[in-house]
């Protein structure tokens, strides 16, 4: 089993920032990917950022482009996601999820690719 603890969340200012972690227990893989997504009330799950494990490559929507970082760190198995400029919209709870299977960088998007998920943590940005 794997466990996933997300911290960082909390109330921002729009145009601020936020830095939420991800930290991963239990069982490892060998090829694995990890990713953040988000629910807003009303709305479906959306994916946010995602990362290949192995070689640190990312993909992020469109949405946050350019304002939010994924990352990771090896040693501490943790995967961070640095939100910038942050918007209204950006509100959601953020859930962080881990895909144990798979190689392709593309399937990252996909909400239905990741086996173990985060209980979410609450962002919410003033206007």
């Known amino acids: 089993q794997v466990q996933l603890a997300e911290s960082g969340g909390g109330l921002a200012q729009a145009g601020g920032s936020l830095r939420l972690s991800c930290a991963a227990s239990g069982r490892t893989f060998s090829n694995y990917a990890m990713g953040w997504f988000r629910q807003a009330p009303g709305k479906e799950r959306e994916f946010v950022a995602g990362?290949?494990?192995?070689?640190?490559?990312?993909l992020y929507a469109d949405s946050v482009k350019g304002r939010f970082t994924i990352s990771r760190d090896n040693a501490k198995n943790t995967v961070v996601l640095q939100m910038e400029s942050l918007k209204p919209e950006d509100a959601a709870v953020y859930y962080c999820?881990?895909?144990?299977?798979?190689?392709?960088?593309?399937?990252?998007?996909?909400?239905?690719?990741?086996?173990?998920w985060g209980q979410g943590t609450q962002v919410t940005v003033s206007s």
């Open positions: 990362i290949r494990w192995s070689d640190g490559s990312t």
């Open positions: 999820a881990l895909k144990s299977r798979g190689y392709r960088l593309s399937d990252v998007t996909s909400a239905g690719a990741y086996d173990y």
